[in-house]
């Protein structure tokens, strides 16, 4: 098993940053593939990145791209999400999410087995 806790949230203006960092202790921490996903009110959760254990390929969405990256330090069992020229459509609470040797589709909810808390980002016009 792994556990998953998530921070950096917080309010920010359109076109500032933040960057969320999401904590695994447990199992091997490096051999899962990690997910974010988000979920805005009235919505369901969407993917926005993921990241394999294994390489390190990286997979957006669309609508995260160039603005969005995804990275991961194996040594401090921590994956980080920089989010860049924040949009208030981006608004939402941001999960992230593991899933061991995961070699399936990151950008599928289903295949994630643990979810952290979740921390909320509000981007204000």
């Known amino acids: 098993q792994v556990q998953l806790v998530e921070s950096g949230g917080g309010l920010v203006q359109a076109g500032g940053s933040l960057r969320l960092s999401c904590v695994a202790s447990?199992?091997?921490?490096?051999?899962?593939?990690m997910g974010w996903f988000r979920q805005a009110p009235g919505k369901e959760r969407e993917f926005v990145v993921g990241?394999?254990?294994?390489?390190?390929?990286?997979y957006y969405a669309d609508s995260v791209k160039g603005r969005f990256t995804i990275s991961r330090d194996n040594a401090k069992n921590t994956v980080f999400l920089q989010m860049n020229n924040l949009k208030p459509e981006d608004t939402a609470v941001y999960y992230c999410?593991?899933?061991?040797?995961?070699?399936?589709?990151?950008?599928?909810?289903?295949?994630?087995?643990?979810w952290g808390q979740g921390t909320q980002v509000t981007v204000s016009s």
């Open positions: 999410a593991a899933k061991w040797e995961a070699v399936a589709d990151v950008g599928l909810r289903d295949l994630y087995d643990y």
């Open positions: 990241i394999y254990w294994s390489g390190g390929a990286t």
């Open positions: 447990g199992r091997t921490p490096s051999r899962y593939s």
